[in-house]
């Protein structure tokens, strides 16, 4: 099992210009999410997914979108990007059956928008 | 809405000691979870520890053991017998039952001096 994996590691961006964070778990969770972790605000959720087809927005979700075609990718697309997106991007898993079940996290992306 | 506080952005502690971390929260729910994760500079998140709300005893998981007052909304972390590779960033989390959706403090950094 490969886990929680998220590309790339690194990016580095200019104002206005696009791009997507991929996602991708193999431990067939119906659950996964994007959270961004800033300096001195610990981890804050972007977007979630209850399952392929359904996605929600979290408590910072704008400009971020997200789609669920399938159950092992959720990719973080970012249509026009601004300064106040750089942070670190963290995405994670977990099944829905067991609510203390662990959420698994991928290794994250560190965005800089210039 | 729910809260997550650590009122301790840093730590330090000898090797060998024993550390305590300190999260507080607010909730009007009364079935929940509680998390403690740890972020070592490899930026990895670590699933430390978890508790039940409803679970009157302690969770333990190994030299780690948490201190949860559900009446005062208080769930401390101790950390015995400190290992120079405890040295991590360390989050406190919390869920309300059959959300899915983490809400984390703004972290405690600690370092484990030899």
């Known amino acids: 099992n490969a886990g929680v994996t998220q590309t790339p590691k690194f990016q580095v961006l200019k104002t206005g210009q696009s791009m997507t964070l991929q996602c991708a778990q193999d431990?067939?969770?119906?659950?996964m999410s994007w959270y961004r972790q800033d300096p001195g605000m610990g981890l804050r959720l972007i977007h979630y997914?209850?399952?392929?087809?359904?996605?929600d927005q979290g408590e910072v979700p704008n400009g971020y979108n997200v789609s669920r075609s399938t159950t092992e990718d959720f990719p973080l697309r970012l249509l026009s990007a601004a300064p106040s997106q750089t942070s670190v991007y963290f995405c994670?898993?977990?099944?829905?059956?067991?609510?203390?079940?662990?959420?698994?996290f991928g290794p994250g992306t560190r965005l800089t928008v210039l | 809405a729910q809260t997550v506080t650590q009122s301790q952005p840093e730590m330090s502690v000898q090797e060998a000691e024993t550390v305590t971390l300190s999260c507080t929260y607010d909730?009007?729910?009364?079935?929940?979870?509680l998390f403690w994760y740890k972020q070592p500079p490899s930026r990895q998140m670590i699933l430390v520890i978890r508790?039940?709300?409803?679970?009157?005893q302690n969770a333990t998981e190994n030299r780690f053991s948490v201190n949860f007052q559900k009446a005062a909304k208080s769930f401390s972390l101790k950390i015995s017998d400190s290992q120079l590779g405890d040295t991590a960033m360390y989050f406190c989390?919390?869920?309300?039952?059959?959300?899915?959706?983490?809400?984390f403090g703004s972290g405690t950094r600690l370092l484990v001096r030899p």
């Open positions: 989390a919390f869920m309300k039952q059959s959300s899915y959706k983490l809400i």
């Open positions: 997914s209850v399952g392929a087809g359904i996605t």
């Open positions: 994670a898993s977990r099944g829905l059956a067991g609510d203390a079940n662990e959420q698994f």
């Open positions: 431990m067939n969770h119906e659950y």
């Open positions: 909730t009007s729910e009364n079935n929940y979870y």
């Open positions: 508790q039940e709300a409803y679970k009157q």
